[in-house]
């Protein structure tokens, strides 16, 4: 979609001092552990760092549209944290203590934040709890800095509204290249970080969305396997195919915001048999330079649900990321096929089916629970958005996901096949794949791979990949089977060590 940006806007931008700092300390691509040193080293406080970031949100937020709220008590927020640290505090020895993140705003917080899937007509309801997620972010000290733009209702209201949209904050930018698709539905939170506005951001997906904007944004997005992360006290799609997960500038941050979310939540039933993949010691250790070293890596150039299509132009685009791959001490797997693929690739048309059944039930249990709000099951907000149709541009991006959904009835015997085919695709494909040939990870370009990871419930890591000859980023993907998150760290940080391809947007 090409997109038009005001000529006085593009003339703030490039006006805009990028870096911002103190006269010790800048924001610019700053990571975790950058900020906890300087913690230390008494160049910044908690207070000063949210004050820089809300200071770069004033600025570049009007151009990008990655953030719909700041939080107004993230100053206070700070302050506390300040003083932890002066008293030294057991709190303040976390590694996201001090640290502002950013949720998409379909990540339920019960404060003065608006959680509304960037739909007015969630606007002003009221939450019962903090999302399981962010309850372990304050139980780690972190700063929550704001709420991050998303395409609206997590992507699944229309067909035809672009990436990005959403009625409250209107039309997101690549930051690299304007007129550039941001992808998926986390496309603030993935823009934000790209753009420093803020340290590190959390998302959602269902299919892709993480995965997806992180490589269009040039960032790290880690999608856990199913349950990994509660997802109790997010505005829901499908408890089947949901996953939070983070995104952030590195994958050392990636892991350590991972490390702070992941657990038993008595809110999230999945989160139960999950936690017995958590590691002792958590996710941190794995983060090794020489990561690939003896790691056995799938290569599929023919089909593209599973990986590289069969296309010279893409082929060519990946073949120097191979040549590192194989120079960093992996063995590359090529040529890989799946048995019965034509009928596999059937059977996974059947997601979108049972995502709709299934969205009609989660949303309407959701919309009950909230304490307060205008909406209490998807019919009203069909209803809604017809009342306020300028308000929120129905005639030109219909609800027609919405309206789908309203008219099923349960998981009848159609879902219920679906669900069955869902399942045999996963293992006869997938997990077939992985274990006949004994892959540590499947890579695949862009979020090619995304498809298979969700409807299966693996996890995946995307890393920066590289630009195009018009400048706009893309990454690679390393998807694994369940419970290999520690396995899929290596690779990809040994990846982006091995790289280091990712670049702040040019931004003058």
């Known amino acids: 979609?090409?997109?038009?940006?005001?000529?006085?806007?593009?003339?703030?931008?490039?006006?805009?001092?990028?870096?911002?700092?103190?006269s010790e300390f800048t924001i610019t691509e700053a990571t975790i552990q950058d900020i906890q040193t300087?913690?230390?080293?008494?160049?910044?406080?908690?207070?000063?760092?949210?004050?820089?970031?809300?200071?770069?949100?004033?600025?570049?937020?009007?151009?990008?549209r990655a953030v719909i709220e700041v939080?107004?008590?993230?100053?206070h927020q700070a302050e506390v944290a300040d003083q932890e640290r002066k008293a030294n505090a057991p709190k303040s020895r976390f590694g996201l203590h001090g640290i502002p993140i950013l949720l998409k705003d379909n990540i339920a917080t019960k404060d003065k934040l608006n959680t509304t899937a960037g739909s007015y007509a969630l606007l002003k309801s009221v939450v019962p709890r903090d999302a399981g997620v962010v309850k372990k972010l304050r139980e780690s000290g972190a700063i929550i800095l704001g709420k991050a733009s998303l395409s609206e209702w997590a992507n699944f209201r229309s067909s035809s509204a672009p990436n990005g949209w959403n009625a409250r904050a209107k039309q997101?930018?690549?930051?690299?290249?304007?007129?550039?698709d941001p992808c998926g539905s986390s496309t603030g939170s993935a823009i934000s970080v790209a753009t420093n506005m803020a340290t590190v951001s959390l998302g959602t997906e269902t299919d892709g969305s993480i995965l997806c904007p992180s490589g269009a944004n040039s960032i790290v997005g880690i999608k856990p396997t199913l349950g990994l992360t509660s997802r109790a006290g997010v505005i829901p799609i499908s408890p089947r195919q949901d996953s939070v997960g983070p995104m952030c500038r590195t994958v050392a941050d990636a892991v350590s915001v991972l490390d702070a979310i992941v657990g038993f939540d008595n809110n999230d039933v999945a989160t139960r048999k999950a936690s017995k993949y958590i590691p002792k010691g958590g996710y941190r250790k794995h983060l090794i330079s020489n990561g690939l070293e003896g790691k056995r890596l799938g290569i599929m150039r023919v089909y593209p649900y599973f990986g590289f299509a069969n296309d010279t132009k893409t082929l060519k685009k990946f073949e120097k990321h191979f040549a590192i791959l194989r120079r960093s001490g992996a063995t590359l797997v090529e040529n890989l096929g799946v048995d019965n693929f034509s009928q596999i690739s059937s059977m996974l048309i059947d997601e979108t089916l049972v995502l709709i059944a299934e969205f009609k039930i989660a949303l309407n249990a959701y919309l009950k629970e909230l304490v307060a709000s205008p909406v209490r099951s998807l019919a009203d907000v069909i209803a809604f958005n017809k009342k306020f149709a300028d308000l929120e541009k129905i005639k030109e991006y219909p609800q027609d996901f919405f309206l789908a959904a309203e008219s099923t009835n349960g998981i009848g015997k159609l879902e219920k096949e679906a669900l069955m085919n869902l399942t045999r695709a996963s293992k006869h494909g997938f997990e077939k794949l992985m274990k006949k040939n004994k892959l540590d990870a499947l890579v695949t370009p862009y979020a090619n791979g995304s498809m298979i990871l969700a409807v299966g419930g693996y996890p995946g890591i995307s890393v920066p990949g590289g630009y195009d000859k018009n400048g706009a980023p893309y990454g690679i993907c390393f998807g694994g089977l369940k419970g290999s998150e520690p396995t899929l760290i290596e690779i990809a940080y040994g990846?982006?060590?091995?790289?280091?391809?990712?670049?702040?947007?040019?931004i003058k």
Do not use: C, G, W
Request: net charge positive; no cysteine; hydrophobic share 45%.
């Open 172 to 180: 997101a930018v690549n930051p690299y290249v304007a007129t550039f």
């Open 38 to 64: 300087a913690f230390k080293q008494n160049k910044i406080t908690s207070k000063d760092l949210v004050k820089l970031y809300i200071q770069e949100i004033r600025k570049l937020n009007p151009i990008f």
């Open 71 to 75: 939080n107004p008590d993230a100053v």
């Open 495 to 506: 990846f982006e060590q091995a790289t280091k391809f990712r670049k702040p947007p040019p």
């Open 1 to 22: 979609m090409k997109m038009m940006i005001p000529i006085f806007l593009l003339l703030v931008m490039f006006q805009s001092i990028h870096t911002i700092q103190t």
